[in-house]
């Protein structure tokens, strides 16, 4: 009777193995479910060199690919809303701008005269006693001073003109978020770079390998980590007026479930990361529960980055977001350098399924605790023959 109890129990912890608790899907169920089921809405890919390949020449978001623009400034010019002040000299006393002789005639009078700083109109003009409206968007001051010069001509004693932009307002760079001091910054006519203008506005606040620097010009804003600037002086673009910089803290993160040391969210606290290093902040496989070949990464993977490593997938139809599952076999010994070759993503998930006899056991010692009590009258009873 104790056999054929004990087999009837081992039937039924094989049959019921698929209703036991579990962390997630097992090896099995991932791998045969694109056959089994046409409904499946994920791409499941087994990395291979030829597939790293493809995946490290992603193209990200980079600065100096999307604006292209690394020439320092140009001549600066004036804009609307800038404020300018012009400051007129003649050659001699008693004209437009210059005082009379005094009384004793051998003192002359001043011979400048300062028109009070104005701001540049939308029309892009400013106001200049006898010369009535000039304009100045888009000038340099040198081509201002010719023109004033010019309509004061014959009215004025030889008049010298200094234009003076005192406050430059269209040639700044908006600077938000997580910096010592947020505001306007005005760019030198030397040129500003990103890092400059930050430095500027007293440095960023959060830690360099957690702050997201998202550069907005005109109706484009991309967003790159401020590590990739630091380490690659070519991101270090110069700005342009009316560019504005936000720099967010913003952790790269990624998720480890299953089978692993640690389930949690886990901060990358570098650049780069690849799979093997997250295998290791995630505590690595767990000796008793994790199976070698159920190495998975979730991500949701670039159309172009897909159609390079499987030009037939029948899910680039979807969008320009496609649900991607890759594999990493770590029984095979090449499955170590594979690891090294992927690099991890934002919101990655990295999951490790329970190996097959994991499940065995679970359901052996849920039917043991439920059978204990059977077992042991059935011993009584054999006591009392």
Known sequence: MRVGLIAVICGIAAAGCSNLPASGPSTADIVNQPAEN????????????AALTALNIRASDRFSSSFG??????????????????????AGAGGLFSAPLTTDRFTPGSRTATIPEQAVA???????PYAGRVRVAGKTAAEVQATIEERLAGKAIQPQILVTVSRQISST??????????GRIPLSTKGDR????????????????????????????????MLTIVNNPAENIYLQGGDTLTLVRNPRTFIAAGATGRNAEI?????????????????????????????????????????????DSPYLAYGRRVPVIYRVNMRDPNGLFVAQGLRMQQGDILYVSNAPLTDVQKAFS???????????????ASGFR
């Open 366 to 380: 849920v039917f043991q605790s439920l059978s204990s009590p059977a077992v042991q009258g059935v011993g009584l």
């Open 38 to 49: 046409s409904q499946t809405l994920f791409e499941l890919i087994d990395l291979a060199p």
């Open 173 to 182: 760079v908006a600077v938000t978020g997580e910096v010592g001091a947020s």
């Open 267 to 311: 901060p990358f606290e570098a650049d780069t990361m690849n799979l093997a290093q997250a295998l290791a902040k995630a505590g690595g496989l767990l000796d008793f529960r994790a199976d070698p070949e159920g190495v998975f990464l979730y991500r949701f993977e670039a159309a172009e980055t897909l159609r390079r490593i499987k030009p």
């Open 69 to 90: 623009d690394r020439r320092g400034a140009i001549e600066s010019r004036i804009g609307v809303g800038d404020f300018v002040a012009v400051t007129i000299w003649e």
């Open 194 to 225: 990103i890092l400059e203008v930050i430095a500027t506005a007293g440095g960023v606040r959060a830690p360099v390998n957690e702050t997201e620097i998202r550069l907005t010009r005109g109706s484009r804003t991309v967003a790159v980590p």
């Open 122 to 128: 939308r029309d892009g003009t400013i106001s200049v």
